[in-house]
């Protein structure tokens, strides 16, 4: 199976509220959001957004500039229909967040929760900065969420790689600088515990 049958699959069968890493609104993404870029002219990018309800969240607050990208064409026709005529405000990209051709210094935000972490292959990884580089702008900020070094190993049913927030950062390397992190325990719909790392970095001009 293919890494976008994989999902395909996850997202015919499950509705949002059946999978693990649903929750009923992204918290820490969305103040991590607002506390980088709070202008309405910022423009955001949501990589692997799935079904969340963050890009309700973000049209609700005012941003004007939202672009949702996720490999699974299912999950994003799920926000569409969701969103109604309101969904016509927001750029839809799918495909493989390591394949996309990405518009260059284009977002002031990169938002990721619980993508990265199923980058397992160090080439994998590599290409996914390469990307977060050549798609932010300078100055703009990353805003990654993955497991944490005691969270799960497995997400889906994939494995994944657990981070601290040391160990998350070093993987976007000193072009990024470290603002801000914190640990967080998601519960999923069946009530178990779940470590998450978040790391706000900026990108560093030049
Ligand atoms: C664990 S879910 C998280 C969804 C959402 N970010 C959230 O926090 O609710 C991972 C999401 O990433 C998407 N995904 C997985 N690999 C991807 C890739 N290489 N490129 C883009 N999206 C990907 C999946 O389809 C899925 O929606």
């Known amino acids: 199976m293919t890494n976008r ?20 609104h992204l918290q820490t993404s969305l103040a991590y959001i607002q506390a980088a870029s709070s202008s309405p002219t910022s423009s955001i990018l949501d990589i692997g957004g799935g079904e969340s309800t963050l890009v309700d969240d973000l049209l609700d607050s005012g941003y004007a500039s939202i672009a949702v990208n996720d490999i699974s064409e299912k999950a994003l026709a799920v926000c569409r229909e969701r969103l109604g005529s309101r969904a016509s405000r927001v750029h839809w990209l799918e495909g493989d967040v390591l394949e996309m051709d990405l518009p260059v210094n284009q977002f002031d935000v990169w938002h990721d929760r619980a993508v990265f972490h199923f980058l397992t292959e160090p080439s994998q990884r590599a290409r996914y900065v390469e ?14 969420g993955s497991f944490g070094a005691n969270g799960p190993t497995q997400c889906s049913g994939l494995p994944v790689q657990r981070y601290t927030a040391e160990s998350l950062h070093s ?3 000193d072009a990024f600088e470290l603002m801000e992190h914190k640990s967080e325990h998601h519960l999923t719909p069946w009530g178990s515990s779940q470590e998450f790392v978040y790391c706000l970095c900026r990108k560093r001009a030049g």
């Open 131 to 144: 990307q977060v580089m050549h798609a932010l702008k300078e100055g703009g900020w990353a805003i990654v």
């Open 171 to 173: 993987q976007f390397g």
């Open 5 to 24: 049958s994989h999902w395909e699959d996850v997202y015919q069968h499950k509705t949002a509220d059946q999978v693990s890493w649903y929750a009923p």
